[in-house]
């Protein structure tokens, strides 16, 4: 669905002597560039901005920022990556939009992506995809630890967020992978950070929604890469045993990855983002879907090498000793290291290939604390998804470790030791969006009636009390960072944190 046909963007709003700037060539005004920079992944929420900069060097983002900090009224900026934000969060209504992705294409070396094999790190800008971020340090042998599904995300985009995927139990969100970073603030000021050098904007950056500075280079962690992975699916009918499952394999040493989800019985076994079961497995989880109504399915994966290859379906049996699966519901596959780890594009190009892509996509995101789960489990995944029979994309469930993720960071999670991704990965029509809106407002009404202490991740709030409840003691920390860094209010609009202080 286009919106060009209603786009008006408004050079006026942005003063006149923006005309003067070495960066005006840069800036584009036409429907091309307004249309997409007003739109992203959710295609709920349009907000039109008055221009959009194509850099070629940072320089050029600091002139513009500095540029609109001299101006009686400022105009607000905000950098878009990916565009993979679902409530406009990267947008900027009569302001202009910074896109990162063309620093891609001027960066000076190529690529924007260095990798130091005697320092096991990677530099690399923020305007880079994770899936080119993989190519280039798996070329030395190397990769980083911490992922998300979806890899055609920018890193500047992520560690704006905290970036976690079925790594993270163990090696924490990526936003814990960083040594250090470049940082663009909202003052214009080109700064350095680490936990050792500027660390209260390094704190402030990770996790901080954009607020602060837009990050130009990140040092990312890197590691020995394996080759291959063993990938297994068990299905569970009862929850608590499911979850008791995934607690117990995050405590034991030897597995990489964990995730969960959910089938229903009026959605097929196989979805976009995993056609794992064969079709006569399906048939088989059909007939078992007709029984219980809700399954479950715990992912695990074990990654090997040329080294590790002969001992790896042992270690495999190893980690599923105990278990408790419905007998004869488990299903393996042995896939590259960068399929696995880039299995949701497949996903991806066939949605694109039917026109499934770029439609509203109302998902809900939210941490829950391990000693909610199973009243979550009855209130929201039974009493209202399957109950309802509404959604029809992936849902998932896995627990993460509170030990792996650093206070002091922007991110916020629930004060419990273990606590559980919820991923409520909604599609639908430009129909029929709000109805699944409103059984996302349902389930969030659902967990403050019954006291769940859960917390939004990408998150979005429409008044200033729900963001100082989400923040909670860091609330006050987050507004003087924001005042120390962004003064005048400049970045990140879109967030609609501080249009209502």
């Not at 596959?333 to 694109?352: A, H, P, S």
């Not at 629930?414 to 606590?419: A, R």
């Not at 609009?493 to 209502?500: K, L």
Request: net charge negative; charged share 20%.
């Amino acid at each position: 669905m286009s919106i060009i046909g209603k786009l008006r963007p408004s050079k006026n709003s942005l003063p006149c002597e923006i005309d003067s700037l070495g960066v005006h060539a840069k800036l584009r005004y036409d429907l091309d560039a307004i249309g997409l920079a007003s739109t992203d992944y959710g295609n709920i929420v349009h907000e039109i901005p008055s221009a959009v900069l194509y850099p070629t060097s940072i320089d050029d983002i600091i002139e513009l920022i500095k540029f609109s900090n001299e101006c009686p009224l400022p105009f607000n900026v905000a950098a878009r990556g990916h565009g993979h934000s679902v409530r406009g969060q990267a947008m900027a209504h009569d302001g202009v939009v910074v896109n990162m992705l063309s620093l891609k294409k001027h960066y000076k070396n190529g690529n924007g992506i260095r990798v130091s094999t005697s320092g096991n790190y990677a530099d690399v800008g923020g305007e880079q995809l994770w899936i080119d971020v993989l190519n280039a340090t798996l070329e030395h042998g190397l990769a980083p630890l911490s992922w998300t599904d979806y890899l055609y995300l920018t890193v500047g985009g992520t560690l704006s967020n905290a970036g976690f995927s079925g790594q993270t139990f163990l090696y924490g969100p990526q936003i814990s992978n960083v040594l250090e970073l470049d940082v663009i603030t909202g003052k214009g000021d080109f700064m350095t950070c680490s936990k050792d050098q500027n660390s209260e904007l390094f704190y402030a950056v990770l996790g901080g929604l954009g607020l602060f500075g837009i990050i130009t280079r990140a040092r990312i962690v890197l590691a020995k890469a394996p080759k291959r992975v063993k990938w297994v699916r068990m299905i569970y009918s009862d929850f608590s045993i499911f979850t008791r499952d995934q607690e117990h394999l995050i405590s034991t040493k030897g597995l990489e990855y964990l995730e969960g989800s959910l089938l229903m019985d009026y959605t097929p076994a196989n979805n976009w983002r995993s056609s794992f079961f064969s079709p006569s497995n399906e048939s088989q989880i059909i007939s078992l879907l007709k029984k219980h109504g809700i399954l479950y399915c715990l992912d695990m994966v074990k990654y090997y090498d040329d080294e590790t290859a002969n001992s790896v379906d042992k270690d495999v049996q190893m980690l599923q000793e105990g278990l408790n699966f419905i007998p004869g519901f488990t299903f393996m596959r042995d896939e590259t290291y960068v399929d696995f780890l880039n299995r949701v594009r497949r996903g991806e190009i066939t949605l694109k290939s039917k026109g499934l892509w770029d439609v509203p996509n109302p998902w809900l995101n939210l941490l829950v604390p391990k000693s909610r789960i199973l009243d979550f489990n009855a209130g929201v995944f039974v009493d209202i998804i399957h109950r309802q029979k509404k959604t029809t994309g992936p849902l998932l469930v896995f627990p993460l470790t509170k030990i792996v993720w650093d206070d002091k960071m922007s991110a916020v999670i629930p004060d419990e030791d273990i606590f559980y991704s919820v991923g409520l990965l909604h599609s639908g029509s430009f129909n029929d969006w709000q109805d699944l809106d409103n059984q996302n407002n349902e389930i969030l009404e659902f967990c403050d009636r019954a006291g769940i202490k859960m917390k939004q991740y990408l998150p979005h709030y429409k008044s200033k009390e729900e963001w100082i409840k989400h923040f909670g003691p860091k609330w006050n920390t987050f507004q003087e960072r924001r005042a120390q860094f962004d003064p005048r209010m400049i970045l990140s609009p879109g967030q609609n944190i501080f249009n209502y202080v």
